[in-house]
């Protein structure tokens, strides 16, 4: 209420009898009013309050009731209704006291009229008693409004708090509740009244974009405000993540599920890309670390830092992994390319295509390297203490285009040992030299050579020889060979 009002009270008396009473005897009615300008208090001026009494018919009904009032007490004014006769309430008639002209005062509220009687069931002197009880009068405003509901500001930095402001009358009859998203995606709620004091409610600190639904109940029915919020640089929590064109992050992005962007995933140097559900794109373009649970499906795969794929990384053929820090997988299947400057770390390595590695591939013992293609190493191809390279029965073969040089790494045996055939096992295998010949030096403890060397693809006039060397006495170590 903004405007003072003029209220009007009327107060009926006689016609409900207590159970088990046929007649009540009346001496007097009195009702007080509380004054003052709280929300309690009726009015401020209770001098300006008229009185009226009902029409009455006879003895029985007071002949005449008359009204006394006392307004000296600032907190409270009492109006006395007496009848001339005493009033015989039996049920059949009532008697009406009314307060008008009262100037109600602003504060919404509910006031407690008091009431006392000085009555008797049987109407004996001496019987009389004083009994009290009260009649609450609701003070509200006749036109209900409810409006307005907005933030202090409509922009606020994660982590902060904001103001929610609204428009309603100042009346405690009114119980609020603000609805709300938790930082966790589920629905919340306060109803707390004290935190609605002056129309203000303080939110929690917030990590995303957020809406807010307050609920204002009056005299039993609800009435509803909406409003929202945006926050800077917020946490987001989405189930899938799809993005079309770019997805540019400056810190770090993790994801829980699969990460799926046709036009391509980049990371710059020093910045990570987290996901325990897989990246899959067209185009995964890395200076940071990529590291993907699930697995990492693209188009072309190119990266300066470290792939690291827990769930091993897959090649289709005509694809290409490319990455100058390395690649980092359980297993590394490969019908595409696979490029690492930095080398690949795999359990298993399986490639239907190209393997290339400038910086040398190692196997680590227990461990096995299978290409059904060409195997290139630019630095050599280093094998373990007691690991062979074998090429199974009916397999390929084992080409030298430059030289093949068999050096012994043992300490107490100064010439390596070349086999053709399996170990130990006489065979009719040939070592067929189509360049140089066979040359033979530094030896100091002789050398058996039992085979027969042919050059050239001659027939009879071919060279051959069948010999036993060792140390000889023409002057040096070497074995000649002449024209049969």
Known sequence: MHELEYGTVVLRFGRDLPPGTSKVYCKGITVKVRTGASGTDLTVEPSLITTAVSKVDGEAQGTEWWVDRDTTDPNEAVFSFVPDTTAVFDGTWAVSLTLSGIEVNSSIGTVTLDIEELTSTTGAEGSYLKRTGEVKVQKGNDEFFFRSLHPRTVVINRGSTVDLLWEA???????YTM??????????????????????WKSPALDDNANFTLKATLDGRDYFLTTSLTVNTPNVVVNALTVKSTLAAESTVSASGLVSANGGVTVPSGKVVSANGGVSATTVSASGLVSANGGVSATTVSASGLVSANGGVTVPSGKVVSANGGVSATTVSASGLVSANGGVSATTVSASGLVSANGGVTVAAGKTLTVNGPLAANDGLTMAAGKNITIPLGGGELVVADAFLAKSHKSNVNWPKVEVGPTGIKTEGNIIVSGSPIFVQNVNYGVRLNATVKIGSGGAAGWKATAYWGNTTDGDNNLTIHKR
Not at 183 to 198: L, W, Y
């Open 179 to 200: 609805y709300y998203r938790k930082a966790d995606g589920s629905e919340t709620s306060d109803s707390v009244q004290a935190n609605f004091a002056g129309r203000v």
């Open 169 to 175: 009358p100042a009346d405690n009859r009114i119980t």
